[in-house]
């Protein structure tokens, strides 16, 4: 079966750096994205990678590995407001996306 | 761009009545349309994916005469739930797929909608 396992919640400070993992195993691979969801509003797009390698935009930065099967985003610079869930998804060989269950992300000042 | 909004964002309705949805792509034509559902404190569960100008495909699980979709234009998708129940309360958000990248396939969400049925 296909599955996606990220860590369901995580605590940080404020200014520091957090690294969110995520594993995949799917039937298929046409990239990895990264999605934030604030508490009660749609998730938003944050990042994408369909090669290996550090795709580095701001303060997020987002790694792909496909021969492990292995991903992170990193936030660097912590804000308040950088609490939220982030969501990992992959798109299989249908094109379909397969969402893990996010991981909620806390910071304290 | 990819812009996705929705609406209302908000509804409140009694038991039995049926509630439309709707999720416009506002800058781009989206020939695929997604519905998912969240409970609170849940993840996102795919409801259906909703092609245009043809009929949707829904997931295990999801009942298609309950859950009506409608993907009319290349940028209009409607839900209809139908009969709604209190159990149906949740939040409804859609998604578009923007084929235009970088990077191409990107799903964008609309705001959402809460349903409440009372």
């Known amino acids: 079966g296909q599955n996606i396992d990220q860590p369901t919640e995580m605590t940080a400070t404020e200014g520091a750096i957090v690294q969110i993992n995520c594993t995949y195993q799917?039937?298929?691979?046409?990239?990895l994205f990264w999605y934030q969801q604030h508490a009660g509003e749609a998730p938003t797009f944050l990042s994408y990678?369909?090669l290996d390698g550090l795709e580095e935009k701001g303060r997020f930065s987002s790694f792909l590995s496909r021969s492990k099967g292995y991903s992170y985003l990193l936030l660097k610079e912590l804000q308040m407001k950088d609490s939220a869930s982030y969501l990992c998804?992959?798109?299989?060989?249908?094109?379909?996306?397969?969402w893990g269950a996010g991981t909620k992300l806390i910071i304290k000042p | 761009g990819a812009v996705v909004s929705q609406h209302p964002s908000w509804v409140i309705c009694k038991s039995g009545t049926s509630v439309k949805i709707e999720c416009r792509s506002l800058?781009?034509?989206?020939?695929?349309m997604f519905w998912y559902r969240q409970f609170p404190k849940q993840s996102l569960m795919l409801m259906a994916t909703?092609?245009?100008?043809?009929?949707?495909?829904?997931e295990q699980g999801v009942e298609k005469d309950k859950f009506l979709i409608n993907h009319a234009s290349l940028t209009l998708s409607t839900l209809t739930v139908t009969s709604a129940h209190p159990e149906d309360s949740s939040f409804y958000i859609c998604?578009?797929?923007?084929?235009?990248?970088?990077?191409?396939?990107?799903?964008?969400f609309g705001p959402g909608t809460r349903l409440l049925v009372l």
């Open positions: 998604s578009a797929r923007d084929l235009r990248g970088p990077p191409q396939e990107t799903q964008y």
């Open positions: 800058d781009f034509q989206a020939t695929t």
């Open positions: 909703s092609n245009e100008g043809s009929k949707a495909t829904y």
């Open positions: 799917t039937s298929g691979f046409n990239g």
């Open positions: 990678n369909v």
């Open positions: 998804a992959v798109m299989d060989s249908n094109y379909q996306l397969i």
